[in-house]
């Protein structure tokens, strides 16, 4: 099957600081990534699909300039979050589109936690 | 736009009972729909999905038809285990909205032995 992998799995940064926050496609390539927030016992939340060679496009409500996503690469997207706040403290999750004959799947990441102190 | 709502939990349930979490859907298309599982501390797996009217997606033990005319895509499974306990969310997935999934809000599931 398709796997996901995003790394780190878990961070700390002290606010202010920014974090970047990898989510590779391993073994098929993904022109469309998508990224998610899921805040404790809630559902996920679509921050902004990520185009291969392309701007992101950010949903209504979510800060482009705070939230830098970049896929610069068939097997690669990344999102920036900068200058940190606690508020930002979350669960990220990224997932890849899957093209193939007769279907269209999204396979996702296993989360990145991120901490804000 | 598009949106997804399922029964609010927590469901709490003993081993071998019978198990429904409703979920209803509005989509301007013709969407497929999926149902995810987000077991203690993992990421999210999907569970089944449905592409078209009258499909029936299942997996593990667990079901659920695409109903057109009720918008609708109930998960079930017959007698569920201690090790079913996750979160469960429904979604959609619309080529109208750019293929991207709208999740509904969860649902806790804890099954007792």
């Known amino acids: 099957g398709a796997v996901v992998s995003q790394h780190p799995s878990r961070v700390i940064c002290k606010s202010g600081t920014s974090v970047k926050i990898e989510c590779r496609s391993l073994d098929f390539q993904a022109t469309t990534m998508f990224w998610y927030r899921q805040f404790p016992k809630k559902s996920l939340m679509l921050m902004a699909t990520s185009n291969e060679g392309s701007k992101a496009t950010y949903e209504q409500g979510v800060e482009k300039d705070k939230f830098l996503i970049n896929h610069a690469s068939l097997t690669l997207s990344t999102l920036t979050v900068t200058s940190a706040h606690p508020e930002d403290s979350s669960f990220y999750i990224c997932?890849?589109?899957?093209?193939?004959?007769?279907?269209?799947?999204?396979?996702f990441g296993p989360g990145t936690r991120l901490t804000v102190l | 736009g598009d949106s997804v709502t399922q029964m609010e939990g927590p469901v709490t349930l003993s081993e071998e009972a019978f198990l429904t979490i409703n979920c209803t859907y509005t989509a301007t298309g013709y969407p497929s729909l999926f149902w995810y599982v987000q077991y203690p501390g993992e990421g999210l797996q999907l569970l089944l999905k449905?592409?078209?009217?009258?499909d029936k997606g299942s997996n593990k033990g667990f079901e659920a038809t695409y109903r057109k005319e009720t918008t609708s895509f109930h998960l079930e499974k017959g007698s569920v285990q201690v090790s079913d306990s996750a979160v469960y969310f429904c979604a959609l997935s619309d080529r109208t909205g750019g293929f991207k999934t709208i999740f509904g809000a969860g649902t806790r599931l804890f099954v007792k032995a």
């Open positions: 449905a592409t078209k009217a009258d």
């Open positions: 997932s890849a589109r899957v093209q193939r004959s007769g279907s269209d799947e999204q396979f």
